[in-house]
C-alpha cells in the first residue's frame, strides 16, 4: 500500500514537472523569436497570446480581453517560475496534477482576541509564494444589536457568532478564486478570507466580561490578523486590498484607513492600501413602511446602529469621527464616511440592493408590489445613485440583487458594456499611474485613455440592465425573464412607457428582448 502511494506520488511529480517545462520551453520561443526580430509590437503581442491558457484564452478573444502582465516579473526568475506553476494547474494537460488550493484555517495566536462567545477568531489563507499582492476580505451577514438579538441570532445564526464548527478549509470564488477564468486580475494574489463572528459590523472592539454574556471584537480581529500576516510575508507586499461584501463591505470603509495607518506604524510604509466594498453602501433613508425595532431585520439601520455602537465598542475612522462628532453612527453609511477616507476605495454596489429594501420593509415575494412600493423601488436606485456621484471609482448595476465580488458569475455582470474585473484592473492601473506622477499614494486617481472607472447603470427600473443575475420566482423556483419580473413587480408597461417618451410597444419590445 505505502510503496503504491509513492509510485503514484512519484509519477505526480514526474507529471507535474513534465508539464512545466514543456510550458516553459513553449512560453521561451516566442521570448527568443521577440529578440531576433529586434523587440517589435506584433511578435510581443503573440507571445501574449500564447501564454494564456487554451480555455482562458478561448473566453477572452471575444469582446473583452484581460492580458496576463508578465512584464512585471521578467527580471524576477522566482515570482516568474511561481506564475508558471499557477498557470500549469489550469492546463488541461496538468489538471489531474492539481496542487491543493483551498485556503486553510488558521486560529490567531493572540488568544484575547475572539469571536462573540469567546471561542478563538481565524482566518483562512492560501498563499502564493513570489506574489506581492495581498487580498483581505471580509465576510458578511447582518449584526446583533442588543442582549435580545444577539441571543437569537446565537440560536440561528452560530456560525457568525463562534468558530467551535469552522471547516478547516475554505474555496475561493469570484475574486478569491485562484482559477484565471473565473479571477482574470487577482487569481495569483496572496488569498486570505476573514470569517465574521463579531456581529458588530467589524468594527468592535469590547471583550467579553463578566457583566456581558457577548465579545465584540470585529476590527481588533482585523488588526491581530494584519499583524500575523506580517510574519507571514504581507511585510514585502506591494499592495494590499481590503475587500468585503455585504456587512464586510461596510467594514472595509470602517477600517482600511486603520490598516492603512497600522502597517505605516510599523515601518511598512511601502504597502499601497486599497479598499473594495462589496454591496455595503447602505442608506439611513426613511423606511417604506415603519416598524418597531424589535429585530435585526424589521429595524431600521438607522436605530439599529445607534443601539449597537455603544454595545458593540465601536471604533470608527479618525476623520470620521472628527466629522460626526457625538454622531458616530453616521460613519456606518457610506455616503457620510466616504468623503473622510484617505485611502482609496473602488464601490460595488447594486442600485436596488435587497438588503437594503429588506431593511426598508419592502418584500418582493408572494403578489406583486402595489403601485407605492414600485415608487419607493424606483426613488430608491435614484437615491442611491445620487450618493454615488461623487465616488471616482464605482460599479452600480440597476439590479435586484445583494452581494457580487465572491460569487461565481461576477465576471458576466457589465454597466456600459464593462465588467466588473475590467473596471477593477482599469482601477488599479490609474492607482499606479497616480503612484508614479504624485509619487506618494492620495485618494485621487488618474483614469487612463479608454478605461472607465465610474460606471453607473442610468436606466430607472430594476432589472433593466440585461446582464443582471436570473431572477427565480420565489414560488416555483423557475426563472423568470425580464419582463415576467417586472410584471410581477408591478411594472406597468403603459405607464412606464408615457414616462420615457416612448411607444409602449417599442419599450415592451426593448425588454423582451433583454434590452
Known sequence: MWSRRVLRNSAGLSALRSCLLLLFIHMSVPLEARRVRGGGGRPQARRAQQLQPPAYRERVEGAESFPLDFTAVEGNMDNFMVQIKNLAQSLYPCSAQKLDQDMKLHFLKNVSVTCNDGSPAGYYIKESKGSRRWLLFLEGGWYCFNR????????????????????????????????????PHWWNANMVFIPYCSSDVWSGAAPKTENSDYAFMGSLIIKEVVNELLTRGLDGAKVLLLAGSSAGGTGVLLNVDHVASQLRSRGHRGVQVRGLADSGWFLDNKQYKYTDCLDTISCAPTEAIKRGIGYWGTVVPEGCRQAHAGEEWKCFFGYKVFPTLKSPVFVVQWLFDEAQLTVDNVHLTGQPVHEGQWRYIQHLGQELRSTLQDVPAMFAPACLSHEL????????????????????????????????????????????????????????????????PTVRDQATGQEMSVIQFLKHVGFDVQKMAQQQGMDPRKLLGMLNNGN
Open 148 to 183: 435580545q438579538t444577539c441571543d437569537s441570532r446565537y440560536e440561528t445564526m452560530r456560525r457568525l457568532m463562534s468558530s467551535t464548527k469552522w471547516p478547516q478549509t475554505r474555496t475561493g470564488t469570484g475574486i478569491l478564486s485562484p482559477q484565471p477564468e473565473e479571477n
Open 405 to 468: 465580488i465572491t460569487r461565481t458569475y461576477w465576471t458576466d455582470i457589465q454597466v456600459k458594456g464593462t465588467s466588473l474585473p475590467r473596471a477593477l484592473h482599469c482601477w488599479d492601473r490609474s492607482l499606479h499611474h497616480s503612484l508614479r506622477a504624485n509619487g506618494s499614494r492620495t485618494h485621487g486617481q488618474q483614469r487612463a485613455r479608454g478605461c472607465p472607472l465610474h460606471l453607473v447603470d442610468s436606466c430607472p427600473w430594476p432589472h433593466c440592465n440585461p446582464s443582471c
